[in-house]
C-alpha cells in the first residue's frame, strides 16, 4: 500500500464514526487512485516544515500533527521548459503564525525569450495566506448514501477559505483527506496561488498554462481576489464552469467566442459555462445572441462571497 494512501486512511478515521465505515474506507481508495492516475502538470517538487520539523509528505503531517502553529512549503527542482504564465515560480511559502506569512519568489517574463531572469535575486514579500481543498474526499457511510437514492449524495462538506492554522483543524475535525489544495497569497496590491498536489507532492501547472493570453486583462484589487477565492472555495460547480468563471475573473468583459478561443473549447461549451456564471449571480450578461458580453461584477463577488464568511 502506498505511504500517501496510508496517511488518507488515518486521516479518514479524524472524521464522524458513524460516517467511517467499509464503504467509506472502498471509496476513499478510489478516489485516491482516480487522482493519482490522472493526468497533471507538474511545475515543481514540494517539502513541507511543520512546526520546525520537515515532511515529505503534507498528508503524513495532518494525519500526525494536531496543531499547526508555524510551517512552510518549500519548492524544489522547477521544470524551467514548462509554461509559467499563470504560475508564480516560488522558492519557499513561510508561515509566520496569525494567518500571515512570507512569500520567496522569482520574477518571470513570459514575453521575454529567455523568460527567466538568471541572476536575479529572491524577492521576499509580506503576505496573508489562506487555503481551501480543491481536490478531496470526505467519508461517508453506506446508510448516509442510501438515504434518498434519487436526490444523489448529500453535500456533507462545505470548503471554505481559512487561514492555514484553521484549515489544519477542519481537515482533523472533519476526517477530510485533502488531495489537492490551492494555497492563496494575498499582498496590498495582488494574489498569488499555488495549487499543490499532495499525493505526489509537487506544484502543479494552471490549467490556463500555454493558452491564448486574455487581451484585456482586469486590475483587481486583493480584496477582489480575496472574494473570488471565497466563492471558488465554496461553491459547488462544475469543472468547466469553474475554469470558465477563472477565465472570466481575469478579464474585463469577454465574448463566448473570447473564452471558447482561450481555453480551446467550442463557443457553445462557453456560452453554456458563461450563462452558468450569470445565474449564479456572479457577472453581467449585456447585448444579443450571438454577441453576448459577459463581465464580473466585484460588487456581486462581495455580495456572494459574504455568504460563505
Not at 514575453?111 to 487555503?131: C, T
Not at 463557443?267 to 445565474?279: E, F, K, P
Request: glycine letters at 4%; a neutral charge.
Amino acid at each position: 500500500m502506498p505511504d500517501a494512501l496510508r496517511h488518507c486512511q488515518a486521516i479518514m478515521k479524524f472524521g464522524a464514526a458513524e460516517e467511517v465505515d467499509f464503504h467509506a474506507e472502498k471509496q476513499l481508495k478510489s478516489s485516491f487512485y482516480e487522482y493519482k492516475q490522472a493526468k497533471r502538470v507538474p511545475l515543481a517538487s514540494s517539502k513541507y516544515l511543520v512546526n520546525e520539523e520537515e515532511y515529505d509528505s503534507l498528508l503524513q503531517a495532518f494525519a500526525e500533527v494536531k496543531e499547526l502553529e508555524t510551517g512552510g512549503i518549500r519548492f524544489f527542482k522547477p521544470n524551467m521548459k514548462e509554461n509559467w504564465d499563470y504560475n508564480t515560480p516560488t522558492s519557499m511559502i513561510l508561515l509566520m503564525g496569525d494567518g500571515m506569512g512570507i512569500v520567496e519568489r522569482f520574477d518571470y517574463d513570459s514575453f521575454s525569450l529567455e523568460k527567466w531572469s538568471k541572476g536575479q535575486e529572491v524577492q521576499k514579500e509580506l503576505v496573508m495566506l489562506r487555503a481551501f481543498p480543491t481536490r478531496f474526499y470526505v467519508p461517508m457511510s453506506i446508510k448516509t448514501k442510501s438515504k434518498d437514492p434519487l436526490a444523489g449524495p448529500p453535500r456533507l462538506y462545505i470548503p471554505r477559505l481559512l487561514t492555514l492554522e484553521e484549515f489544519w483543524q477542519d481537515i482533523r475535525a472533519n476526517g477530510l483527506v485533502p488531495f489537492e489544495i490551492r494555497v492563496c497569497a494575498y499582498t496590498r496590491s495582488a494574489r498569488f496561488s499555488y495549487d499543490i498536489d499532495l499525493v505526489n507532492n509537487r506544484m502543479l501547472k494552471d490549467f490556463r498554462g500555454g493558452q491564448v493570453p486574455p487581451k484585456n486583462k482586469a486590475v483587481r484589487t486583493a480584496m477582489d481576489y480575496m472574494n473570488f477565492d471565497m466563492i471558488l472555495a465554496s461553491t459547488d460547480m462544475k469543472e468547466l464552469v469553474k475554469k470558465v468563471f477563472i477565465s472570466l475573473f481575469e478579464v474585463k468583459e469577454a465574448t463566448a467566442f473570447d473564452i471558447s478561443h482561450t481555453m480551446g473549447i467550442t463557443d457553445t461549451m462557453a456560452r453554456n459555462g458563461l450563462d452558468a456564471v450569470v445565474s449564479r449571480e456572479l457577472a453581467d450578461k449585456t447585448g444579443k445572441p450571438p454577441r453576448e458580453t459577459y463581465k464580473i461584477d466585484p460588487k456581486l463577488l462581495e455580495v456572494a462571497a459574504s455568504e460563505f464568511l
